[in-house]
């Protein structure tokens, strides 16, 4: 089984940054794509970004140019930098791990237990 433990998390204005950490343990050596989902109120989870074990990153396009996804193998770990916050990125986020080498919509098999972001504006 893989763990997967999300943090940073919270409150922030319009316009504000945030940096999501998740770190991974348990049984690595079944995972090789990572990546970020968000779940809205009334919303279906949705893929945010991933990245492959070597550093190849995809982003969903309402976030492009505004969030960066990445990863540090050694420590197991994964990053999302949020900046230029809106409000409609107010959702909770969930780190997911899969054996696929490039994490999609409908591929992820190990699941964090989401952190809240919200964005007042």
């Known amino acids: 089984q893989v763990q997967l433990v999300e943090s940073g998390g919270g409150l922030v204005q319009a316009g504000g940054s945030l940096r999501l950490s998740c770190a991974a343990s348990g049984r690595i050596v079944s995972i090789s794509a990572m990546g970020w989902y968000r779940q809205a109120p009334g919303n279906e989870r949705e893929l945010v970004a991933g990245?492959?074990?070597?550093?190849?990153?995809n982003y969903a396009d309402f976030v492009k140019g505004r969030f960066t996804i990445s990863r540090d193998n050694a420590k197991n770990m994964v990053y999302l930098q949020m900046n230029s916050l809106k409000p409609e990125d107010t959702a909770v986020y969930y780190c997911?791990?899969?054996?696929?080498?490039?994490?999609?919509?409908?591929?992820?098999?190990?699941w964090g237990q989401g952190t809240q972001v919200t964005v007042s504006s």
């Open positions: 997911a791990a899969s054996g696929a080498r490039i994490i999609n919509a409908r591929n992820a098999e190990y």
């Open positions: 990245v492959t074990s070597g550093g190849m990153t």
